[in-house]
């Protein structure tokens, strides 16, 4: 029997696959499982995206342009404009979600056992992207103490070899919630300039900012325009993760072309999901203004019931929605696990993610989970209630 | 400034994509083009899916599962039990496309340097597919005497070496048109057996067969459980190509695994075309035999009328909708750009894929174009007329 590549046995399965079984075995008995473990907001689509579809006047689902089509792309281009970012239609290509954007980008610009910095944690699907393309991830730890900012930039630096080709960073960021101030983004800058590096900003989050936080994208800085992709994507912004449409952006021309390679392979996006997306985009301002206003609560309730159980630490997210959070246990797996296998309260229970899985060196985050407050304020409620008491049964 | 990968560099564009720029120069000029190059089918998507996504009740447009529905999978199983083929549910990953799981396929076989035995002419994003992994295609040279009949034996065990992992075919054929026979596949499965590679078929055209010709699928081998993955789609059969919906079929469940860990990193394929899809596989047989009949006539046409033009040579496609044409020049490439750029009938033009792009081995194929027969007759008609004027033009 012939065996599969090296490369597929050392991708990483999701940080939460190992519970899924568990989970469904939970149901199973009927217990109620309140996800906290996902990025799957309960937010309804704007009804105009959905509309479109229903309306569209199709005789056959016929391939689409490679690159997205002209009109979709220029009004990308105008969504940014409003947020003052100088984007033009030809800086974009229309990807099959904000992942494939990713992978392209990497495909686009590393070699095998090339290298990739990134702060951790990080989304645990970049290692499987990087594994995707045999490419080395090399990680800077930031820290629960500092609310994970941006290390220094001699942490940078001292990771930087001749294969480093780029540095990639997910702003605000899934998992910590964190959202990079100008002045470490200026830091980042620097560093692709002298090192002349690739920096892949991963900016799906970008509105999701809370209090006086401001989001500053890597496409503001001009003089960044020849090392700079942005990845971008619906899914969040307009709760369409089931379109399957993101896009890369980038000025340099060279990359844009090497990214079109990739997508001129695949073909073209799906269609019905770009009729939908372009119509989202001319969603009232007001939508996601709600979305923000409703986020916004969450997080704080979320934040501010976590602190009260005892033992228990929370970063405190500016952006994105969700948060890490330190238990007192020894393994966060083995309790996720447990919540699942062993505990319920009025039969339900909660499922969060082991934050292990976001780290890339080893031991790291062990006792930390991570918690998306994608649920309405009642059932995150109920879902903090259970971890504290679950808490206090599996300690007990 | 930094610079992209060098697998960006050496992926090769599409066959067409010079040509492209001459086209929209002539549809500028008020030109008619009558696309000769592309798969795109111009028959109707069923009403029944086009149908169930409008009148799909959406919320929220939700992430679907990684490797699709139980439901969407048990229906594609239960079609190829229709065609007598034991497939479960749990054999099949739904993809992004037959693109995706062609890519997932490879990624999942075999490492950067490993070797990918492919008969050419082969489908021309197969190479994009294979850089992307840096995989090296060894092709397998198929005749336009002998329309393209499966090399011998000796032909493949001459290109064997330790870094072989698999072969690749695309049955009925893409660019070719041509049908394996029986006899042809059980060498094929000798050799997979005896070498102990994996058989990867890609299937999309599976239903487009002529005449008397049957196609026999890899995954009628039972001793073959271990060695095949099959890549389909709903692109061709029900004319959905912008669905993107396809899937992956196989038994052996270490290389479904490692399929599904790509598919994870990326989520979910998109859930609007999955809607399409399921309800497609619902079409009325009648639909299909409908189709079928037209692309027979058109075949039958096109084949004819080509060998009534002289020095014109033909491959008569025993299934798929292409067909490859030997013309009486040097450059078949630059002919095509002449036929857009200084030539027209009555305002109209053709447009070819030229067929060295299909050929792995340079030098092959500079006289030969790849015509896909999805317009209506009696554009196929014009179309001919205009290709063969063109060509006593040229040749003047």
């Given amino acids: 029997m012939p065996s599969i590549s090296q490369k597929a046995r050392h991708m990483p399965s999701s940080p939460i696959r190992k519970l899924v079984p568990y989970a469904e075995a939970a149901k199973k008995k009927g217990v109620h499982v309140h996800h906290l473990n996902i990025g799957q907001p309960d937010i309804k689509t704007p009804k105009n995206a959905l509309i479109a ?80 393309h045999n490419v080395k991830i090399v990680p800077v730890t930031c820290t629960f103490e500092t609310q994970f900012a941006l290390p220094s930039v001699e942490e940078f630096e001292r990771r930087i070899t001749k294969r480093t080709k780029a540095i990639l960073i997910c702003n605000p960021s899934n998992p910590t919630g964190y959202v990079y101030r100008k002045d470490e983004l200026e830091q980042l800058a620097e560093i692709a300039l002298k090192h002349d590096l690739f920096l892949i900003s991963d900016e799906v989050y970008r509105e999701f900012v809370y209090d006086e936080t401001k989001h500053f994208s890597m496409l503001s800085f001009e003089a960044l325009n020849e090392h700079v992709v942005v990845i971008d994507s619906v899914s969040k912004r307009y709760s369409m993760c089931g379109a399957r449409i993101g ?30 997306s372009e119509a989202a985009l001319d969603t009232d301002e007001s939508y996601f203004a709600e979305v923000l206003k409703e986020y916004n609560a969450r997080r704080n309730f979320l934040v501010e019931a976590l602190r009260q159980i005892p033992g228990v630490e929370t970063a405190i997210p500016k952006g994105a929605f969700y948060c890490m959070v330190k238990l007192p246990v020894k393994s966060a797996e083995d309790f996720a696990q447990w919540l699942l296998e062993h505990f319920s309260l009025n039969n339900e229970t909660v499922m969060v993610a082991p934050a292990a899985g976001f780290y890339s060196t080893k031991g790291l985050g062990e006792d930390e989970v991570r918690i998306a407050y994608v649920l309405e304020i009642d059932a995150l409620k109920r879902a903090v209630h259970i971890l504290e008491k679950g808490l206090e049964a599996y300690l007990a």
């Fill in 53 to 132: 579809v229903q309306q569209a006047s199709i005789d056959v689902l016929s391939y689409s342009r490679t690159e997205g089509s002209d009109a979709f792309r220029e009004k990308i281009a105008k969504y940014y404009q409003r947020l003052n970012l100088t984007v033009s239609a030809s800086d974009i290509v229309v990807t099959t979600g904000g992942s494939e954007a990713l992978s392209f980008a990497l495909g686009a610009l590393l070699d095998p056992d090339d290298e990739l910095i990134i702060p951790e944690p990080f989304y645990a699907n970049y290692s499987g992207f990087a594994e995707g």
């Fill in 247 to 276: 896009f890369a952006v980038t000025k340099n021309s060279a990359l844009r072309g090497a990214i079109l390679k990739f997508a001129q392979a695949r073909l073209s996006p799906p269609t019905y999901a770009q009729i939908a």
